[in-house]
Structure formats: C-alpha cells, structure tokens
C-alpha cells in the first residue's frame, strides 16, 4: 500500500553479478527502476521453486524469459486494475516508473494503490514481453546497488554474521585423506581460556565421511588455540605414503589403456593407420583449489522444537531447505536458511560439508555455533579441481586436412567422488566436457575416458573440466595446424562451419586483434575457443620474450552471447575468468606428499597478483536470439590454450604441461 516494490532474488550473489542481473529481468518488464526497488535473496523456500542455486553460468540463460514473463504478468494485472478502476479500456492504459497512466485524461495512480486490485485478477499465461529496442535496463551499463554496500562495508558476508549466544568452532581434521579416527584428549584443549566444550562431528563430502574434532569456545581465537592444544591419534590405513610423482606417474600409465568411448564418428583407428602424416602429443594440468577469498563458515541455530536455521554463504539454498530436513529428521518448514553475501564461490559453495558440520555442533550442543574453516584449512582440505591428462592422436592428409582425430582424457571422477554407486565403464560425460562438441568437422574421430581411482574428493571448479580439456584441445589443434604448415586462426576457420556461432568468435578475434599484423620480433601471438553447456568464449593472447621468460602483452576475449544485462558485468566476468584462468596456468597448484596437502595458504599456493595480469579487452557478440548463454565460465577455458600457442608462436617452445 504504500508503494514499497520487493523482488526477490533466487540466484546467491557470489561477485557474478546476480544481485542486479535476476531482478532487472522483473522490473524491465514491471517498468521499475531498480534504485526504487528492495531486493531480497530468497533461502530456498518453496514458493519460489527449486532453481535456487548459483552455478553453472545458469542464473540468467535459465531465467531470461521467466522471470522477464513473471514482470510482464504483474505489469499487465496493475494496467488492468487501473482500467477497471477507471472504468476505461485498458488499451488507453501504461505502465512506467511504477505508475499506471491514463493517456487521454493524463491522470496516474501508483503501483502500490493497485496491488491489492490486481492481485484478484488472473495471472496471464503469456503477457506480452517489450520489443529489446525499448528496454531500458536490459543490455546497459546500470549501476550494480550490491557495490555501494561492498564497497562500504556494510554488506554481510556469511564470515560476518553474529546472533546472540553464538559460540565458536575450529575443527581439527585429519591431514592425511582416508584416515580414521582412533581416540582423542582434550585436557589440554579444554584449560584454554574461552574453551566451552569438544565436540566430535562428520564432514560429509559426497561418498567420503571423514571425522573431525571440534573445539567450541566463546571467541574464534580461543577456538583455534584449544585446537592446537588437542593431542590426536589417527589410523592412516597405508594413505600415508600417497603422493603427487606416484600417482601423476600412474596416471601416464593409465593414458595406456584404451578406456571408455564418448564419442565416435567414422572409422579413426583406419584413418589414422592410413594416414601420410601422424602426430601425438601428452598433455598435463595440476591439481587447484578454489581459494575463495572469504574462507568457509556457517552459523546454525538448533532449537528445542526441533526447529533450524541456517545463516550461510552458500550457492544453493534450494538444495540446504530439502536435503537438511531429510538428514535430520524434521519437517521442511522447520529449517530456515538466511542467504549471505558470498566472497567467492567458484564451485565450492555448491557442497555443504561445513554446513553440515556446524549443524551437527548446535544439535549437541543447543547453542548457535559458528564454524569457521581457516585459510589452511580451506586450502589443505579440499575439495580440489581433479589434474587431467590428455593423451592424443590425430593424423592429416597430404595437403594438410585432418583425417584423423583422437583425444584421451586420463583422470579421477568428480562424480566417483559424488556417488558411492559410480560406474567406470560407462562415459563420464563431466569428465570429457566439451572434448566431442566442438565445431571442428572430423570426418573420423574417436574420443575416449580412462578413469583414475582417487581418495581425494574432488569438486566442480569454475568451468569444471573445460578449463583443463580446452587448453590440451586447443594447444593440439595448435600443433596440427603447425605440422600442416598453416595459420593457426586460417586452420581453424577452414573446419568450422562458417554460419556456426564459433566462426563467428573467431572473425571477431581475427579483427580486433589484427591478426594479419605483423608482430615486432620476439613477439607471438596464439589463438583458442572453447565451446560447452556453459557457453562460448575464445581468446588472443599475445606475448613477448623478455630475458629468459615471458611477457603477456596483451589479451583480447570474443564471448558468445545471444543478449545480454549488464555489458559491464560481462566484461568483469570475462577479466575475472582471465584472471582465474592465467593463476591456473602459471601458479604451482596443489600437490600431495606424506598423504597430505603440501601447500598451506597464499604464500605457496599463489593466485595472480595485479602486477601480472595483463590487458584484456572484451567484445561481446549479441545476435537477439532465443539461445541465451552463460557469462561467468566461458570466458576461463580458452585462455590457458591462447596464452602457451602464443609461447610456441614467440619460441618454439610448446607448453604441454601447466
């Protein structure tokens, strides 16, 4: 009534942009500015489905047209309340800036003096959506309002979040994957100044349960000083003697297994024993973890009725208010979850292990219990980006087409990791992504999976597994076009249909690149696209040698969309995934000795600093078609591959291993 406008938003807000992206879709077709509009993160409650989740690129392909209908339908129920108000036909009717006017008499009435009228009338099935020409919030560069209050400090991350009675948890777990618990004593944990109590607790990660210690006290630093003081015996069941050179090198051995087929096309095994002209090549990625900035934690709030609530930065609310209920035994009304502000999600958030854990803590307890992973902790534990091994074959024909194509993917399962129930002889679509869609025309082709057996739990990471397949494609398509004798981006075009999105990405790179530039000497430049559900991107890169290393010059991003929001969130999206994707490419990643995690936190995991991060100019291609693609992951995949074919163009030297 008093013509206050609430949106509700069912995609967390991690950084991607969703906090102004999901409600713009509504108050375009609403005609409401969204400076004039509350907006409010939903936690999974059933009235707004169960598409509440982040990831996958998935916020605004999935939600362009629903919720862009669902303002359209609210529009269309005020105007009607508005004529049937003044008894004029609708048709003499509008809608803007939250009012409905009257165009002969000029007379208008707010939105809020309408709501109760409207809500009586029914919902259309299929409103009218506005022509794009006449957006105004859709496809502009619109300030983002979750900024002022980042920028301020007054936006709440979950790491924030403080309730009355609140106590706080660090856990102790295992260094050693696989290990079990044997016994425990807390004495001298439990003489720490602010120690309450010492409670045991289970992260559940998919199939793998694994035992914690948790120490509760009334302050975090309390908290993590009684955990150091706990004197733990653990059962390492042989994991002990796990490490990185073993197990990488059994991986090379597996590349010689035949494996699993995913995709097959024509006669491979006798184009290529035919074939003048063979070429193979091995390419290896690491192990990485997720970093985000904002370290895990959960507040949960177990009460005497059986009732509880989750305060959380998480990427799937829907997932805590159906799955929560059922592993604890109470009705779904009962569990509220509060969704924060996330700093950085990248996948992680997508699992509740910790959320589960500090569930399991206020349940004994009886007392909210705030969980906090530490940096160490978040960087040891996992889980990680699996490493995955390329092993490939490709043949061409005298005049230097490909006859001949075959990629090998060697790695553990993310799914195996997942399910208890995995079966290795079946494809394991995750773990080939992308490898079999590309553009490519291979008239004979035999793509193939080979699955390494793993105790370490591995996750979704931004891109999933694109970003390790595209650089090994890429940079294989890179050294066919070589040993054809034939420009890169030339050789590329010549096997994709011209009329195909991914040509279309291509001609934009070769034009703003100016690819048929010369470059100063010692200077390269490389070229890769990656195509897969999430949407399709591609980069130049281009280099120069400066001593006995290497200098980015420069990047140029071509991503594929069929609209847009927000343009200068796209380009965000795109610098971030370049970002990303180049601390992928050149940092050490994570490796294992002694059945632990080596690297502890930032010092010897690095991320890409400011000062290494090059130039990247995005262009964005829109052709207003029905196909809507993702933003936040396109843009990572392709970049690895464009900056090494760039090494190769600068030196000769190939890059088969990041």
């Known amino acids: 009534k008093n013509g206050a406008i609430t949106i509700f938003n069912p995609r967390p807000e991690m950084g991607q942009g969703t906090f102004q992206s999901i409600p713009s879709l509504i108050a375009e077709e609403l005609e409401v500015a969204l400076d004039g ?13 169960r598409g509440q989740f982040a990831g996958g690129s998935s916020s605004v392909r999935s939600d362009y047209f629903t919720l862009r209908k669902a303002g359209a339908s609210a529009k269309e129920m005020l105007v009607t309340a508005a004529s049937q108000q003044w008894k004029v036909p609708v048709e003499e009717c509008y809608a803007e800036n939250a009012k409905v ?38 496809g502009k560069n619109t300030p983002r309002p979750d900024i002022p209050l980042k920028s301020s400090g007054k936006a709440m991350f979950g790491i924030d979040v403080v309730v009355p009675g609140m106590v706080y948890a660090s856990i102790e777990h295992c260094p050693v994957f696989g290990a079990k618990l044997v016994s425990y004593d807390d004495t001298a944990a439990k003489k720490v100044k602010g120690v309450l109590a010492v409670e045991t607790c289970d992260r559940i990660f998919g199939k793998y349960k694994h035992a ?29 003697n796990f ?18 087929v995913d995709h097959e096309k024509g006669d491979f095994d ?89 569930v399991q803590l206020t349940k004994k307890i009886r007392k909210p219990v705030k969980v906090i992973w530490s940096r160490e902790d978040d960087t040891q534990l996992g889980p990680f980006r699996p490493m995955t091994y390329s092993a490939f ?17 060697i790695s553990p399962s993310i799914r195996a990791s997942e399910h208890e129930k995995y079966d290795k002889t079946k494809p394991d679509g995750t773990m080939t ?51 054809a004798n034939k420009d890169p981006m030339e050789f590329r075009l010549a096997m994709i249909p011209q009329d195909s999105d991914t040509a279309n990405v291509l001609r934009k790179l070769k034009e703003v690149s100016n690819w048929d530039k010369p470059l100063p000497n ?53 610098e971030g995934a370049a970002t990303m994707a180049l601390t992928a490419a050149i940092k050490n990643g994570i490796t294992f000795d002694k059945g632990q995690t080596v690297q502890t936190n930032y010092n010897n995991n690095p991320i890409v600093r400011i000062n290494e991060m090059p130039p990247v100019e995005v262009y964005i291609l829109t052709n207003g078609g029905p196909k809507i693609k993702g933003v936040g992951e396109p843009g990572l995949p392709p970049f690895a591959p464009a900056l090494c074919n760039a090494v190769f163009a600068a030196t000769g030297k190939r890059i088969r291993k990041l």
């Open 393 to 409: 074959k490709g043949a061409l024909s005298p005049d230097g087409k490909v006859v001949a194509f075959q990629h090998k993917v």
């Open 212 to 240: 914690g210690i948790a120490v509760i006290a009334d302050n975090y630093w309390a908290a993590v000083q009684g955990r150091k003081a706990l004197s733990i015996k653990w059962n390492y069941q042989g994991n002990e």
């Open 243 to 260: 490490n990185s050179k073993d197990y990488d090198q059994s991986l090379r051995d597996l590349s010689k297994k035949e494996g699993v």
């Open 433 to 483: 992504e992308g490898i079999s869609e590309q553009k490519y025309d291979f008239q004979n082709m035999k793509n193939m999976y080979v699955n390494a057996d793993s105790h370490i739990p591995f996750a979704a990471w931004r891109a999933v597994t694109s970003t390790t397949l595209a650089f090994a494609h890429e940079c294989f398509i890179d050294e066919l076009a070589v040993k």
């Open 270 to 358: 006798k184009a290529y024993s035919e074939a003048p002209v063979k070429i193979d090549a091995f390419y290896e990625t690491p192990i990485v973890s997720h970093s985000p900035i904002e370290p895990m934690n959960c507040v949960a709030s177990w009460y005497d009725d059986n009732k509880l609530e989750i305060w959380a930065s998480t990427q799937v609310p829907g997932d805590l208010t159906s799955s929560l209920p059922k592993d604890y035994g109470i009705p779904e009304e009962n569990v509220k979850v509060n969704v924060l502000f996330s700093g950085g999600g990248f996948g992680r958030r997508l699992y509740n292990d910790v959320i589960n854990e500090a």
């Open 522 to 574: 010692g200077w390269g430049r490389g070229v890769a696209q990656y195509e897969f559900f999430a949407g399709l991107a591609g980069y130049v890169v281009e280099v120069s040698k400066k001593g006995n290393g290497i200098h980015i010059e420069k990047a140029y991003a071509v991503i594929d969309l069929g609209t847009m929001v927000n343009p200068d969130m796209v380009k965000n999206q795109v």
């Open 37 to 49: 509009v509350i907006i409010k993160q939903t936690g999974g409650q059933k009235i707004f489905g």
């Open 101 to 138: 006017y009257h165009k002969p008499s000029g007379k208008s009435i707010g939105y809020g003096d309408l709501a109760e009228a409207a809500s009586k009338i029914e919902v259309p099935k299929d409103p009218k959506l506005k022509d794009p020409k006449d957006f105004k919030l859709l």
